[in-house]
């Protein structure tokens, strides 16, 4: 199968390549609303700190048409490794297939999210995802 970003990873390998590698970076690319509702990853313990940047923008869900400028904006160059993260791995891809397609060489979507998918009951963090690999993580 051909990508069109560098490739997918577990929540494990994610949180794996940000430990073994200074030039790697999370990006958090879900919405205000979640970040401050449900939680977002803690890489305290890495001592790096989580980029956030809305992929798409809350509550209308419209494609956040600064999201190139604000990538622009951070310590990240063309050749970082840069892993995106969203609910469930959806967003992220779309992130990182649009920033690849902009010249960044290595993006990465963490395919497995913070929530991960849903269980027969509809709910979240109960089948992968960041959160149910007990990967660090806080809230409020």
């Known amino acids: 199968m051909n990508l069109d970003y560098a490739g997918d990873l577990s929540p494990r390998e994610t949180w ?7 030039d790697c970076f999370l990006v958090d690319c879900r919405t205000s609303a979640e970040w ?18 809305e992929w798409q923008i ?13 990538i ?3 310590d990240l160059k063309k050749n970082s490794k840069i892993i995106f ?10 992130a990182a297939e649009f920033l690849t397609s ?3 060489e ?6 497995e999210g913070f929530e991960g998918v849903h269980d027969n009951f509809g709910h979240r963090s109960k089948v992968n995802g960041w959160k149910f690999h ?6 409020g």
């Open 102 to 104: 902009h010249g960044y």
């Open 134 to 139: 007990n990967l660090p993580w806080k809230q």
């Open 58 to 70: 809350f509550p209308t869900m419209e494609k956040n048409p600064r999201f190139l400028q604000e």
């Open 16 to 22: 794996g390549k940000i430990k073994e590698n200074a």
């Open 72 to 74: 622009s904006e951070t």
């Open 106 to 111: 290595s993006c990465f979507n963490c395919s």
């Open 85 to 94: 993260l969203c609910r469930s791995g959806a967003r992220s891809r779309s």
């Open 36 to 53: 401050s509702l449900i939680g977002v990853p803690d890489l305290d313990s890495l001592e790096k700190k989580v980029i956030f940047i």
